[in-house]
């Protein structure tokens, strides 16, 4: 299989870089093909602007949409060569990685902005065509469509506190964001993130498990069980893109937008002493 | 009073630099006082790295550990001039007001990369004494405490979309870690956004009543009943950060971390003909 790491630290020693050198090792030792994305390596640019068009800049000065100038250029052939490069990467993937520590219960901001840039107007949104009840190609079609992503995340903090009733707020809702609207939008099948808890606190033996438990996901990546968002177009959504009321899974907030199961951490790994996967159900405390 | 808006798009002439520049004269000519950060126009560094710690630079290279030096930056007086410039606006400020665009559910990297650097350790967290039952102060307490924050964001999908059951996922999912977690965290008093549906398709006259009715709010910042969030040392948490089990409003998910009641947009303003401000109710399509 291709994999393509999506990796944002600033630090190469950091655990977060560790644990990615590990699965990249791993994974062609095992015979995969791997491309990384090292964004900080790359001093990838993060703030979408003016200058992401070339060829605009040629113009007079008219009004920035950058929507507008995003599809044109994608039409054109005229984007910027970094921007069309991770593109590329991205269509030569059968499964993405998004491996990042979590800052201010997000993405890193040179992460962010890959997105902002990379995903253009005709490449990820603004895709296939409007009609009747059909509301072009998102949420389960799109350009990314057969392929598979997941969210590989260090965080400092406990995983209690990221519980379903944790001070922090659930894990998934942290997620949603991220898994719904930037993986599931263009087409990816999202299976679940790997966690990695209170980092900070990890001696050697528990990095040994994560890095092993990591490794394992991976290659597994495509057989486990998708986290089951409902298709915008597969019958669940009325003709204003609102879910049917008679559907209830016995959820609210995000989670009605899955067909019937909850989201599962197939990683979440705490510190020493807690090494065992776990996976978060809905009314334990993970 | 004293209003800071932290604003992040790339173009002056769009519907979001109008709705801002029309604010920041209203409020102007009411007697108050205001500061904007233009996040494009100051060319604010959006990236957190060893850049940051001028100092640190000349050491010998040893790894970065982000969080580490920037408490020792913080506290010996050595940031970044653009760092220690925005904590200075914050401390000023009565009223923060983040605006900015929807750009895939979440805030665009130059504004999240103001949070990763601007949010130093021992400024927004790492704040106060752990002991007993008390994990320092956050989530209700800390430096901002006392201080309102909103934000403020332009939309081009449809408000249906963001309902409870639309497509996207509920506008109060998308907001969660904005709000909860960059606003509410370091102790700020978070009062319900203004959001801006559609802003593609407003006609000049619904740009109006956009424009008064975010005025009008703005000068009501201070008055509005704020999101309930739960304190995390006001008795509702566990010893362990957890919700204690007792405690149920009768939601599932974050919205579990409010003290009863549910979230309000203040402003939801749709396409010409949808005008009327709309409040999101949990079991309606707003």
């Not at 997000?106 to 890959?114: E, F, V, Y």
Request: aromatic residues 12%; without cysteine; glycine residues 10%.
């Amino acid at each position: 299989m291709k994999y393509f790491f999506i990796y944002a630290h600033p630090e190469p020693t950091s655990l977060s870089g560790f644990l990615m050198a590990r699965a990249v090792q791993s994974l062609q030792a095992s015979g995969h093909e791997v491309i990384v994305s090292d964004l900080y390596a790359m001093e990838w640019k993060a703030v979408a602007d003016e200058n992401d068009f070339p060829r605009r800049q040629t113009d007079t000065g008219s009004p920035l949409n950058y929507a507008a100038a995003s599809r044109k250029a994608f039409s054109e052939g005229t984007q910027s060569p970094d921007v069309a490069g991770e593109q590329q990467k991205l269509l030569w993937a059968d499964v993405v990685i998004l491996q990042f520590p979590i800052w201010w219960y997000g993405m890193p901001a040179i992460l962010k902005g890959w997105f902002d840039r990379v995903y253009a107007n005709g490449f990820a949104y603004g895709v296939g065509q409007h009609g009747g009840n059909k509301w072009g190609d998102r949420f389960g079609e799109g350009v990314m469509k057969g392929r598979r992503a997941m969210v590989a995340m260090t965080v400092g903090g406990r995983m209690a506190h990221y519980g379903p009733r944790g001070v922090n707020g659930a894990m998934d809702d942290v997620l949603w964001p991220i898994q719904h609207g930037l993986l599931f939008y263009p087409g990816f099948t999202v299976i679940p993130p790997a966690i990695f808890y209170e980092v900070g606190k990890a001696d050697d033996a528990a990095v040994e498990v994560m890095a092993q438990a990591y490794i394992k996901n991976l290659l597994e990546a495509n057989q486990v069980e998708p986290i089951p968002f409902r298709s915008q177009n597969g019958g669940d959504y009325d003709d204003v893109q609102v879910l049917k009321q008679e559907l209830d899974n016995g959820f609210q907030g995000h989670a009605l937008h899955q067909n019937g199961a909850v989201f599962i951490s197939n990683i979440a790994l705490g510190k020493p002493g807690d090494y065992s996967p776990q996976h978060f159900a809905p009314d334990s405390r993970s």
